[in-house]
């Protein structure tokens, strides 16, 4: 490998972020079969590209190499003796005795390249801002992915739920599980939430889903206020288990388990949450194409087998530790960038709009009436 070709390789083990050594012959003495300024680069599990010496020193150099990389120091090493070095070995240099048949030695000089961080910071708020400010300060590779604004209503902690962003698109969200929901890794649930609120369009946000292994199933309730709608299902795995849903008759209704006819692992949303048939079906009874607001806010107030009700109250028979609730509820006008939202169970709890005046109007295309969509989860 030449002088250039191991410039070549460095720079394709920076860019993929992985760590090597630089290994350079400063000194020979002959009969050694290298020469002053030859190189070679190293890597962690020994792999050496370029040309150090002969067989003798090859060896050694990898052996070196992999320490200097899990040290993260340099080293100058003297592969020979001390008296073929002059008699006197300078402080810092460690000596390696090696026996060739060529008796030379060589002073090789090995470092450690360590690759620089790559940040990627989500995000255009001030301390967003800041955050990359000071990487790119302490020499980080940083890239700073500004999607549009957005709103999500989340529990404490988390990063996204339901939302709407200021490109007029508008998630909602059910959990749902299979016998495929393992714990696999994979990219989580919420992260790719708070993903899809950074696209601008609905099939935008189904390249996020497509994108990678995703770790547990879900569901993904998505719509623009330029018209488009999708419901995707999603069990754990590939763009292949991704099981699309379409509106009826302008309307995408949805609860805690699937629906669609190819799922390839078994559901056991049912089995987990068995009131979930019962809510799909006050919804599609209580539901028109034509629905307002106001309907949907006493559509999400439904107390139908209660306490199993769209509206869901704890269960007195459950222990206390099992029990579930409606904790919020959320109105969205897709078109106006308009968010209500009841803190609480909304027979109780007033629906009080958000200010998110904030969210400009910043969506492709002219605006067009959205499907009416609703999630109960």
Not at 8 to 26: D, I, K, S
Not at 239 to 250: E, H
């Amino acid at each position: 490998m030449e002088g250039m070709d191991v410039l070549e390789e460095m720079g394709e083990l920076t860019r993929r972020g992985q760590a090597f050594a630089l290994a350079t012959v400063v000194w020979r003495q002959p009969p050694s079969s290298s020469q002053p300024g030859a190189r070679a680069v190293i890597t962690a599990d020994g792999e050496l590209h370029g040309w150090i010496g002969g067989a003798c020193a090859e060896p050694v150099v990898i052996r070196e190499a992999q320490r200097v990389i899990a040290e993260g120091t340099a080293r100058l090493l003297l592969l020979g003796t001390p008296d073929q070095f002059g008699g006197t070995v300078p402080d810092g240099m460690t000596v390696i005795p090696i026996s060739c048949q060529s008796e030379g030695a060589l002073e090789i000089y090995i470092e450690p390249v360590v690759p620089v961080p790559h940040l990627v910071v989500i995000g255009g708020s001030p301390m967003a801002r800041t955050l990359a400010s000071l990487a790119r300060a302490l020499g980080w590779r940083t890239d700073l992915v500004d999607g549009p604004d957005f709103v999500t209503v989340v529990e404490a902690g988390l990063l996204a739920k339901a939302g709407l962003n200021a490109a007029g698109l508008g998630l909602v969200t059910n959990a749902l599980v299979t016998d495929a929901d393992l714990g696999a890794p994979g990219l989580p649930y919420h992260v790719l939430l708070r993903a899809i609120l950074d696209c601008a369009t609905v099939t935008e946000a189904l390249k996020v889903l497509q994108a990678g292994m995703r770790s547990s199933s879900a569901n993904y309730l998505i719509a623009h206020a330029s018209g488009a709608a999708l419901d995707v299902e999603a069990a754990p795995g590939d763009f292949t288990r991704l099981y699309p849903q379409f509106p009826d008759q302008g309307l995408l209704l949805h609860t805690n388990h699937f629906l669609s006819p190819r799922l390839h692992p078994v559901d056991v949303s049912l089995w987990a949450m068995p009131d979930s048939a019962v809510r799909l079906q006050r919804l599609r009874a209580g539901a028109t194409g034509s629905a307002t607001l106001g309907d949907l806010r006493v559509l999400l107030a439904d107390h139908a087998d209660y306490p199993h009700s769209i509206c869901s109250h704890p269960d007195p028979h459950d222990h206390p530790l099992e029990q579930g609730a409606t904790i919020a509820s959320v109105l969205m006008d897709l078109n106006a960038r308009r968010l209500w939202l009841a803190a609480g169970n909304p027979c109780r709890s007033p629906y009080q709009e958000l200010d998110v005046s904030w969210l400009g109007l910043e969506f492709p295309g002219p605006p067009r009436p959205a499907p009416r969509s609703s999630a109960a989860s």
